[in-house]
């Protein structure tokens, strides 16, 4: 690309276990590594988006614990040997995972990772409890992923949004919304027959 001054794309395909999602982080590393910037925050950040989009949009299927449930389409540009920016794009996001997950499987790594590293008091400010009480975390029977620590994930997470700059604020918004998903999961209807009693 260098030598050439001409664009270059690598398409990394294969099907769900494949390792697309391990490779595309090799690839990064590397290009972060031979990076002739001296901006590492640059470098930083594009590197730290990664745990971001697999917390929100990775969850356990029974073909690989960590899939990605969605496609990206990633840019990166360079001036001089040196990468100045980056794009990120997904596409196609399994939006059913949210409400629905089949045997063994689970919804997105983000609901049980919140659930695992907030503190008891924080868990209370937004009346949340643990993952096995919410019907759209426990349809799968499978909260817990062997070798996987969802809490230490949570604080990767944080911290990826810390490096992006995302404000507290943002990053408690995004708590509540999350909280929210889980409650109205809780929500049940009754059907109920009401007699109408008329009156003249
Ligand atoms: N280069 C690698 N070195 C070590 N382990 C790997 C490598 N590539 C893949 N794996 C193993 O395979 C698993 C699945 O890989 P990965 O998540 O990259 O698959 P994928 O192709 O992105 O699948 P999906 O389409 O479901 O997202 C990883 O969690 C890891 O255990
Ligand atoms: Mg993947």
Do not use: W
Not at 95 to 101: A, C, E, L, M, N
């Amino acid at each position: 690309m260098i030598k050439e001054n001409e664009n270059q794309v690598l398409i990394i395909s294969g099907e769900s276990g494949a390792g697309k999602t391990e490779s595309t982080k090799l690839v990064m590393q590397y290009l972060a590594a031979v990076n002739k910037s001296g901006n590492n925050l640059i470098t930083e950040q594009i590197l730290e988006a990664n745990p971001l989009l697999e917390s929100f949009g990775n969850a356990k299927t029974i073909r690989n614990d960590n899939s990605s449930r969605f496609g990206k389409y990633i840019e990166l540009f360079f001036k001089n040997g040196a990468i100045v920016g980056a794009k990120t794009a997904e596409y196609l996001l399994e939006k059913s995972r949210i409400v629905t997950q089949a045997p063994e499987e689970r919804n997105y790594h983000v609901f049980y990772e919140m659930l695992e590293e907030l503190s008891d008091e924080q868990k209370a400010k937004y009346g949340l409890q643990t993952a096995p009480k919410y019907f759209y975390l426990n349809q799968g029977g499978s909260a817990l992923i062997r070798g996987r620590d969802d809490a230490d994930n949570y604080r990767k997470l944080t911290a990826a949004m810390d490096i992006l700059n995302f404000e507290r604020q943002e990053q408690e918004t995004i708590v509540k919304i999350l909280a929210s998903v889980l409650h109205i999961g809780n929500m049940y209807f009754k059907v109920i027959q009401v007699r109408r009693i008329l009156c003249y």
